[in-house]
């Protein structure tokens, strides 16, 4: 449903481009794509369809605010400087509630607790390092997916021991650090990437005929990598 409603957007979008070009061949009126700012297009629409698609996470949630702040400045509304004092409270205060309303969801599992080296078997586990570095390790024999979220730090989550019970997905975001994800080893990986000045990549091969991992990376000044 998510895919379809994000691709509907966006074909009006581009049938409005389409119009608006076609106005200026009869004189209609004078439309022009290239406004001052239109490059912050580049991180607001993505992230928008991102939300669309696979709901608000703290990596979509961040990268629209940020390109929203670069639009308004670019148009004049925000002073020079003023996004650069505004930045990091205002990720702290995005962070601090994404934790917050994320701890209510229905859908969501208890956090990753297993001890020091040992194996986690939450079904739907959710990993978080904020100014650290973990290093989990998965071996649930139902996984159902789950999440890994880094704010600088450092995330390496190990899921090659996991067995999926279906074709399911994995939440993974980066801001202003790094996520990297060992893939399950029979099954298939596809990655949605949403790269907000930042870098996501998928080495993983197809495998067989086996559950899909739906790996869904947001990078906002950091990087996901699916090993």
Not at 23 to 45: C, K, M, P, R, Y
Not at 160 to 178: M, P, Q, Y
Request: with cysteine; net charge neutral.
């Amino acid at each position: 449903m998510g895919k379809r409603i994000s691709r509907t957007v966006l074909g009006l979008c581009i049938a409005a481009v389409g119009i608006g070009y076609l106005g200026n061949q009869f004189s209609w009126w004078h439309f022009d794509l290239f406004f001052e700012g239109w490059w912050t297009l580049f991180i607001i629409v993505p992230c928008l369809v991102a939300i669309i698609e696979s709901g608000p996470h703290l990596g979509n949630l961040l990268g629209l605010a940020f390109g929203i702040c670069l639009l308004l400045h670019q148009q004049g509304v925000l002073r020079h400087g003023f996004i650069r004092r505004i930045a990091l409270p205002a990720a702290l205060v995005i962070l601090g509630l994404y934790l917050v309303f994320s701890s209510f969801s229905r859908h969501r599992s208890v956090q990753y607790k297993a001890g020091p080296g040992g194996a986690d078997f939450t079904q739907h586990p959710e990993y978080l390092a904020i100014f650290s570095s973990d290093y989990p390790k998965n071996a649930a024999k139902q996984f159902a997916g789950g999440s890994a979220t880094a704010v600088f730090g450092n995330l390496e989550v190990d899921l090659r021991e996991c067995a999926l019970i279906g074709d399911c997905k994995f939440e993974a975001t980066s801001v202003f650090g790094r996520v990297r994800i060992f893939a399950p080893v029979d099954c298939q990986v596809q990655m949605h990437s949403v790269p907000i000045l930042g870098s996501n990549r998928c080495s993983v091969i197809a495998q067989g005929q086996g559950p899909v991992l739906h790996i869904e990376a947001t990078s906002v000044f950091g990087q996901v990598e699916v090993l």
